[in-house]
């Protein structure tokens, strides 16, 4: 069997290790379709494990990395077979499954969509897990019938990668976007993205009252814990925030008096265990109505072995947009 490269996360007493090395075909996991990976990218999550800062990686050793684009190798899945091209986004890759920062992955077919048309693979990979999470979110606002009508939408974590794309997505879709941020330096890049308005992330970051002043009819929200409190209270009558992060924390430090007197919702959205009729709708979207302009403008690229680095970067809060990672 051949030997590809691969970042690699060991863990020992001394605590885990990180680095690229020779990783043997033979110690693929099991899987119906082989992929030679073209292009992954960077989320906050690959971060947490590649840092080690929250126990995401489940067994040792492994490849980090949740995304991938490439082109099957060899398949007994009799969805796809050589030479498909191919996205994948979660299932457990780079967690509890050998994952993308690889020249090659063995996974289960099921797992695999086809590469969206009119997608690149390395514009697929600038959407990745935080692009195709951003339109999760807005098909969830949407499925709770909310359009832009209702008044302005808010996000949070706004420079981040779901942020980001977030915030392209509501404003082509016609919402009076407000982007929450903690970096204000940041206030042209939201703009061109169709941001309307910049709002200091500190004035959502202290606790608040169980009702507040009625500010907008939606919300994305990345960040959770007081913040996605404070989103919750200033919910106006009937509207909902999609929650899909947690990068300030787990807690939510609510009450009930959103719900019950203003008939709010707070929608969960989750990207790894999607069905796949889910992802097909959010990916052919995303092909449809993402400009492509713009994502190119929120993206930027590294090599492999760029992502050691970009990783410590990522959950240090120093990572403005999407990140493609270059692979094959």
């Avoid at 832009?148 to 980001?164: H, L, M």
């Avoid at 997505?169 to 330096?185: E, F, N, Q």
């Amino acid at each position: 069997m051949s030997a590809f490269k691969a970042v690699v996360i060991d863990k020992s007493e001394a605590g885990q290790s990180l680095g690229i090395r020779e990783f043997n075909e033979a110690d693929l996991m099991d899987g119906d379709v082989t992929v030679r990976v073209s292009h992954s990218t960077l989320n906050y999550k690959d971060g947490l494990a590649l840092t080690g800062k929250a126990p995401v990686v489940r067994r040792f050793p492994m490849i980090p990395g949740v995304d991938l684009a490439g082109t099957v190798e060899a398949s007994s899945n009799p969805e796809f077979k050589p030479g498909d091209a191919v996205v994948l986004n979660g299932w457990g890759l780079g967690e509890t499954h050998l994952g993308a920062y690889a020249e090659k992955v063995r996974v289960k077919g099921d797992w695999l969509i086809p590469l969206p048309e009119g997608l690149t693979p390395q514009q697929a990979m600038a959407v990745g897990t935080a692009g195709y999470t951003a339109m999760l979110c807005l098909m969830a606002l949407e499925r709770h019938g909310l359009h832009p009508d209702r008044g302005p939408a808010i996000v949070t974590g706004a420079v981040g990668g779901v942020g980001s794309v977030a915030v392209a997505l509501l404003a082509k879709a016609g919402w009076h976007v407000i982007a929450s941020t903690g970096r204000p330096d940041e206030a042209d890049y939201l703009k061109s993205l169709g941001a309307a308005e910049i709002l200091d992330r500190n004035e959502l970051a202290a606790p608040g009252k169980p009702l507040a002043k009625e500010r907008w009819a939606a919300g994305v929200d990345t960040v959770g814990t007081t913040t996605l409190a404070n989103l919750l209270s200033m919910t106006k009558y009937g509207g909902a925030i999609a929650a899909c992060g947690l990068a300030g924390g787990m807690d939510l430090p609510s009450t009930v008096a959103p719900f019950i007197l203003r008939n709010v919702a707070l929608l969960g959205v989750d990207s790894v265990m999607a069905p796949k009729t889910l992802r097909l709708e959010a990916w052919n979207r995303i092909a449809r109505e993402l400009d492509h302009d713009t994502l190119a403008a929120m993206t930027s690229t590294i090599p492999l072995d760029g992502v050691l680095e970009a990783g410590r970067e990522i959950v240090a809060g120093r990572i403005k947009g999407r990140v493609v990672v270059e692979i094959g």
